[in-house]
């Protein structure tokens, strides 16, 4: 029987190479000099941390950090920005959460889609993804359009894996 796998996955070496870049921008931008503006990615990769010494210089510096994720082709959906705290010596600094994977109830949200286009295509969740069949490839493209369609709505960037004829 013909299936696909649902799946949201981030490219980290692409987030890391866009850190990369936004940092050497910060450093040889002339409006952030002597703001002591930070970019930094943690150690288990699912975090980027912001830094500056004021709002101001953090919301430009994320500005950066999201023009460089954009042109290496990480989609902004991935993120998920946490609120901004004051830190030491008068600066302030946000989290930037990395989302992987498909929550349980965007997932349930994703297949109540699928029923109600009453598609001849079955889903089923396994982990972070979703598990899609179907009796033919046209009902399987369908419902991966469908779920194209459903991206902005679940704020989730969507691909789709092992495609299987049979």
């Known amino acids: ?26 450093a040889t931008r002339y409006d952030f000099q002597g703001t002591h503006t930070e970019i930094s990615f943690s ?21 950066v950090l999201q023009s460089k994720l954009v042109k290496r082709g990480v989609s902004l959906r991935a993120l998920q920005p946490g609120a901004v705290d004051s830190a030491a010596l008068g600066q302030v600094k946000q989290e930037i959460k990395l989302l992987s994977g498909i929550p349980v109830e965007k997932a349930k949200e994703l297949i109540k889609v699928l029923k109600d286009a009453k598609m001849k ?17 046209d009902d399987l493209q369908a419902a991966m359009a469908l779920f194209r369609g459903q991206q902005e709505k679940v704020n989730l960037d969507l691909q789709f894996t092992n495609f299987r004829d049979s």
């Open 121 to 137: 295509v079955q889903g089923s969740i396994q982990g972070d993804q979703l598990r899609i069949t179907g009796k033919s490839k």
């Open 43 to 63: 150690e288990d990769k699912t975090t980027l941390h912001l830094k500056a010494n004021s709002e101001g210089r953090l919301q430009a510096a994320y500005d």
């Open 1 to 26: 029987m013909p299936s696909f796998d649902v799946v949201s996955k981030t490219n980290l070496a692409e987030v890391d190479n866009a850190v990369n870049q936004a940092r050497k921008e910060i």
